[in-house]
């Protein structure tokens, strides 16, 4: 990102900041403070993954992309066609935490948000998904059926998490308990320090 898009890259992370439809932008996502007098929005350039910084500030994860990846392809597709600026979607402002943390070959750890669990099965289903996606980029289209199975039931858990259920440990209100943070300043302080 050089010339005018240079103001699009967050000045400690080298990240592209990006606003809520995933395009890039010289304001920063995070922070009020400092921000360009005259903002801009390059509506043709977007930006998922680990180079990208949203205001969801999300995990780098392949299950944080997956819980945006759709709504910024379809702005994508929506920029890229000439469509209606007014339909595109917005990133979620919270997504889940999720992660599968082997220990070894026999011993694991997963934790949902707030959810922490021992569990071993966890070095061998890792290894099975890894295989599997290999698998499927080698064109065997039963994994490729066994993955887009995966898929739809890691999706039906992410339903339950975002349901009305807030009791539940692995509740999207508690993935980062983001505002509770802000009640406790701790948002004030990270204003000030970037100043
Ligand atoms: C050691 C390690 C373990 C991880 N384990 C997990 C895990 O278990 N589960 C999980 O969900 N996530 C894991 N992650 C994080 C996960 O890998 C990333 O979140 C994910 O790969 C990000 O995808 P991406 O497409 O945004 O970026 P990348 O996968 O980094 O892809 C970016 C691509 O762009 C290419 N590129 C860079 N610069 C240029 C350029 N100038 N021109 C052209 N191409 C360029 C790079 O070569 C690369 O291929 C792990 C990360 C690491 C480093």
């Not at 379809?74 to 339909?87: E, I, K, R």
């Not at 922490?116 to 039963?142: C, F, N, S, V």
């Not at 993955?147 to 508690?174: E, Q, R, T, V």
Request: contains cysteine.
């Amino acid at each position: 990102m050089t010339g005018d898009l240079k103001e699009c890259v967050e000045k400690n992370t080298g990240q592209i900041m990006v606003n809520e439809f995933g395009q890039a932008t010289n304001m920063h996502p995070l922070t009020k403070v400092n921000q360009p007098s005259s903002p801009k929005v390059q509506n043709n350039i977007f930006s998922i993954g680990d180079v990208c910084l949203s205001h969801a500030n999300e995990a780098k994860t392949i299950p944080s992309m997956y819980q945006y990846c759709y709504q910024v392809i379809w702005n994508v597709y929506t920029a890229a066609t000439g469509g209606d600026p007014a339909h595109m979607q917005k990133i979620p402002a919270m997504m889940h935490v999720v992660q599968m943390l082997p220990c070894g070959d026999s011993k694991g750890l997963m934790s949902f948000n707030k959810m922490l669990k021992r569990d071993d099965t966890i070095p061998k289903q890792k290894d099975q998904m890894r295989d599997g996606y290999m698998a499927e980029h080698h064109g065997d289209k039963k994994a490729a059926a066994a993955n887009a199975k995966n898929g739809k039931d890691f999706a039906g858990f992410m339903g339950i998490a975002n349901g009305c259920c807030y009791c539940l440990p692995m509740h999207i209100s508690k993935s980062k308990e983001y505002r509770e943070l802000e009640k406790k300043g701790v948002i004030a302080k990270f204003d000030a320090a970037y100043r």
